[in-house]
């Protein structure tokens, strides 16, 4: 029996006047390919906004808890718990360092170094916090946390007060079985992390590789953008008849475009990941949950909108065409589909449909590609023909797709 399944999904989707997602000095992110520059928007900015989402049908709903993402999860998570709890804060400071060393393989941030170069949001750290500040943001699960913060109270009732016992206290607690269980704990790095994976320099934390591939969207033709000159009228100002009224004048580039998007689901190792079997043996796993998560990816990944300034553009759009293939062959994008850009003055989204299809049948051609395919797409849908499987609404793409995980 073949131990492979992907579920592999394609996107197009339409924006105008928005800037979704900006490189270090405030432009649109861009990607030169075929020999044209696009638009872009990265795979860090798409996870996000779909983990972070909400809304009806969100990942969070599901059950399973998110996983924590930040410098500062040992500090909220066990340092200021065990303050609360009445432990002194020397106490509680001596061993959230002695544990956030155990588990993450470095060492805490320094208060020097963390006043001097903030913390990441354009503020200072108070010197206690810092503390227990990481370095970088860390990935860690709540039944994780929750772990940790049970072992740090029993290495504090061990100092009785004294800070200097902190080593030995841990020591001697983490000498009988130490965070070895950190890793048998189902789902313990939290949903998020089993489907878009951490990075951990700790062997006590178990790692997580990624089971969801999301690749940057880029723009099916060349580059469309504008400079957007405006000004903040002052209301002050202008009602008192002073020239012009402008309280600043400032400009920002928007950009429009039609984006090819595409995401890999490994089935298999989405199934080692949130339900603790090896990979191999993912075909005798409940496949519930995972049938689940694919269900609302589909519909994440064809709804929910990777906007930056929503208060000036409103940069909310659905996908025209979503397209879902299941198969055990190594995925492929459709992405080649445009390397030659779609050219300016063609029906964008015409041009579009008849390149991915063409070149699905041609791939299919060479490979003998054998996917299962579904799609959903507006108007023209007739230039993509048959190639692509049998039409259906995003609902029912969605839930097609489910069932592919679940048989």
Known sequence: MNQSLFVQIHTLTSYSGVLLNRDDVGFAKRLPFGGAVRTRVSSQCLKRHWRRFDGDGSLGDIGPSMSVRSRRT???????????????????????????????????KK??????????????????????????????????????????????????????????????????????NLKSIRLGAGLDAALFGRMVTGDVLARCDAAIHVA?????????????????????????????????????????????????????????NLEGCKREEWRSADRTLAAEVV?????????????????????????????????????????????????PGSDVLEAAYRAIASHAQEIDAMYSGETDRRFAGLEPVEALGDVLGPRSNLEGVATWTADQVRR
């Open 111 to 180: 208060a020097g170094k963390a006043k001097s170069g903030g913390d990441g949001e354009g503020g200072t750290a108070d010197e206690g916090a810092a503390d227990a500040r990481t370095g970088q943001v860390t990935v860690l699960g709540r039944p994780e946390i929750d772990f940790v913060l049970g072992v740090a109270r029993e290495i504090a009732k061990i100092c009785e007060g004294n800070a200097k016992k902190a080593q030995e206290a841990a020591k001697a607690t983490l000498g009988r079985d130490g965070l070895a």
């Open 74 to 108: 040992f500090e909220a998570y066990v340092l200021k718990p065990l303050v609360a709890e009445g432990f002194p804060d020397d106490v509680a400071r001596a061993v959230t360092e002695k544990l956030q060393a155990e588990v993450l393989g470095t060492a805490p």
């Open 216 to 272: 940057h969207a880029f723009t099916v033709h060349v580059e469309a953008a504008e400079n957007d000159y405006f000004a903040a009228v002052d209301d002050l100002v202008a009602d008192a008849g002073e020239e012009t009224g402008s309280g600043h004048i400032g400009s920002n580039e928007l950009t429009s475009g039609l984006f090819y998007g595409y995401v890999v689901v490994d089935v298999p190792l989405l199934l080692s």
């Open 295 to 343: 269900r609302r990816l589909v519909r994440l990944v064809a709804t929910v909108t990777p906007g930056a300034k929503l208060g000036s553009t409103a940069p909310y759009s659905y996908a025209h065409f979503v397209g879902v293939e299941c198969g055990a062959a190594q995925p492929r994008t459709l992405a080649n589909a445009f390397l030659r850009p779609v050219r």
